[in-house]
């Protein structure tokens, strides 16, 4: 949410034009659904007769990173190409002469905003726009489908650049160890969001939907990404970029009711405000008796403003007593998950209700969890298993020279897409601080050397014409209908891509002028 303080607001309307999502809009243009944020902006923001608000709300502005060394021009490896990753790049190419090199393993670039943002939140997957306008810049470089570990090592990447910048991301699931979890008919959010959105690893995950209640464990944005999915009409899925696969499962879906199962109570609920309104005003959600009394119980001591505004929003959903109509959200509160029922498949799943020697079982015929993300060590460098990140000081990994984390490698998961900006920013003014101080050695390697070694080791190498060649087919297969229609295997990617035109002699020639 954001709030423009109409004291010091000057009415030029930069903002609006300039929000890559276009998230900014007048108040007098609202939608029916986003009415409910003015009054709740107003309630935040209380009264102040004429002051300006206590600057702690308002996010640091920092200056672009001045590059002050002479000599060859700062060379980074930007190891990832999601929010962070691009982020990142933006932030080094403020500065004439960077050379930016982005790897990815995928053929495809923008991670979780490509394979992780539910297909209906077409207006968050926007920002990809932005993106695009970023790969443009001169100094900025693909390397698509070519995997940093497997065709190229950090060592590699040291030799041919002052700096790795790791924004990998979080891509594994925490995962919640109880008995059944092993069960046919389990599985984890994260990974049903991947196989909603494509995600070319994904493609043949086992999705059973023809039972008529899923559990879903944990109640953060994810699990409700995955919730309003499975109860979306699929009419109005087909209208955006969801998998042709999830598509055609979720026609045949039996599914009647998403019960989403937090192990605390309401005051404690994981999802954001927002998340929850855009929940509410598209679709059903429903609470029962009990959870019903939990909320007017936590209204009545809660003080933190935001919290109450959620939990308002909770005192006025339906009852779940109510026959069940259409698909259907239910929010359940205290329940701890204790073990998944079942002998071939799952059956359903038993709780301990929280803080009582009480169990309660729910029957499902899925049983999801979503439980957060979890990082995954990174070779040659160091991890914290624990909180499943890079070690580092302000984005500089420890014990190292020349090695960099931003995003949720760095800080954990969470936070949203802007939130690896100001993170990409901080890792990127040490980087460039640390490149000033003359920490960075230089590459031993001339800038050409890298496009034969990585050719050499991964032919099948995609640039940012192949990528461009398979955003324009997936574009066109969408037809009039759809934003796109994605290729969800690795094989079709790829002879997209080499059917991109190539570069002609006199591009190939002011590229290699360049590169020297
Ligand atoms: P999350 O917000 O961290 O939520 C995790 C949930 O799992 C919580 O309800 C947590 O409950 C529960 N949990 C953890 N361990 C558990 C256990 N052992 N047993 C039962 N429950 C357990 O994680 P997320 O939903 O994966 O989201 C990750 C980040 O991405 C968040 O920052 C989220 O806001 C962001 N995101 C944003 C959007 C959006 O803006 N539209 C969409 C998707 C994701 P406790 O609180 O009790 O630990």
């Given at each position: ?13 930069a ?7 276009g998230?900014?809009g007048?108040?007098?243009r ?8 003015i009054?709740?902006n ?6 102040r ?8 709300k ?15 021009p700062l ?12 982020y990142?790049?933006d932030e ?10 982005v ?13 992780g ?37 950090h ?14 991301g ?11 979890m ?9 990974e ?78 994981a999802?954001?405000l ?7 005003s598209?679709?059903e959600?429903?609470?029962?008796a009990?959870?019903?009394a ?23 959903l339906g ?39 009480e169990?309660?079982?729910l ?33 500089r ?14 800080r ?10 100001s993170c ?12 000033n101080?003359?920490k ?5 390697r ?22 461009q ?11 009039e209908?759809?934003?796109?229609d994605?290729?969800a ?28």
């Amino acid at each position: 949410m954001l709030y423009i303080d109409p004291d010091a607001c000057v009415d030029c309307g930069a903002c609006v034009s300039a929000c890559p999502v276009g998230a900014i809009g007048p108040d007098t243009r609202l939608e029916p659904k986003q009415l409910p944020f003015i009054e709740l902006n107003a309630a935040f923001y209380p009264k102040r007769e004429g002051k300006l608000p206590p600057t702690s709300k308002l996010a640091p502005v920092i200056a672009a990173p001045k590059i002050e060394r002479r000599g060859g021009p700062l060379t980074v490896a930007i190891v990832g190409s999601g929010p962070a990753a691009m982020y990142a790049a933006d932030e080094l190419l403020t500065q004439r002469g960077v050379r930016v090199n982005v790897f990815e393993k995928l053929p495809t670039p923008y991670g979780l905003v490509r394979a992780g943002v539910a297909p209906d939140h077409q207006s968050t997957k926007r920002v990809t726009r932005l993106f695009d306008r970023m790969t443009q810049q001169r100094g900025f470089r693909f390397f698509l489908n070519v995997e940093v570990g497997k065709h190229v090592t950090h060592a590699d990447l040291l030799e041919h650049h002052h700096a790795v910048l790791y924004a990998v991301g979080a891509p594994n699931d925490r995962r919640l160890d109880i008995d059944g979890m092993d069960l046919p008919g389990t599985g984890t959010a994260t990974e049903m969001v991947a196989w909603i959105n494509g995600h070319p690893e994904f493609t043949e995950l086992p999705v059973d939907l023809s039972h008529e209640r899923v559990v879903i464990v944990g109640n953060g944005n994810v699990a409700f990404d995955v919730a309003r999915v499975l109860t979306t009409d699929p009419d109005a899925l087909a209208r955006t970029d969801i998998s042709d696969h999830a598509l055609a499962a979720l026609r045949a879906s039996r599914v009647q009711e998403v019960v989403v199962a937090a192990r605390r109570g309401p005051a404690a609920s994981a999802f954001t405000l927002p998340e929850l309104i855009g929940l509410t005003s598209t679709g059903e959600v429903v609470l029962d008796a009990t959870d019903h009394a939990r909320v007017v119980a936590d209204l009545a001591s809660e003080t933190d403003p935001l919290t109450r505004n959620k939990l308002e929003v909770l005192a006025k959903l339906g009852d779940a007593a109510a026959p069940i109509t259409r698909p259907r959200i239910r929010l359940a509160y205290h329940l701890t998950p204790q073990r998944v029922l079942g002998v071939d498949r799952v059956t359903g799943i038993e709780f301990g209700v929280t803080g009582t020697d009480e169990t309660r079982t729910l029957d499902a015929g899925l049983v999801l969890t979503s439980i957060g993300y979890r990082g995954k060590a990174i070779a040659d460098l160091p991890f914290d298993d624990d909180a499943s990140v890079v070690p580092n000081d302000g984005g500089r990994v420890r014990g190292t020279t020349g090695a960099y984390v931003a995003g949720w490698i760095k800080r954990g998961p969470t936070g949203f897409i802007g939130t690896n900006k100001s993170c990409a920013g901080e890792t990127v003014h040490n980087l460039v601080a640390d490149y000033n101080a003359g920490k960075l050695a230089d590459p031993v390697r001339k800038p050409a050397d890298l496009e034969k070694l990585v050719r050499s080791r991964q032919p099948e190498v995609v640039d940012a014409a192949g990528w461009q060649a398979i955003d324009a087919a997936e574009i066109a297969r969408g037809g009039e209908d759809r934003p796109r229609d994605k290729f969800a295997t690795v094989a079709e990617m790829l002879s997209v891509a080499a059917a991109a035109p190539k570069p002609t002699v006199r591009q190939r020639l002011l590229a290699s002028l360049h590169a020297h």
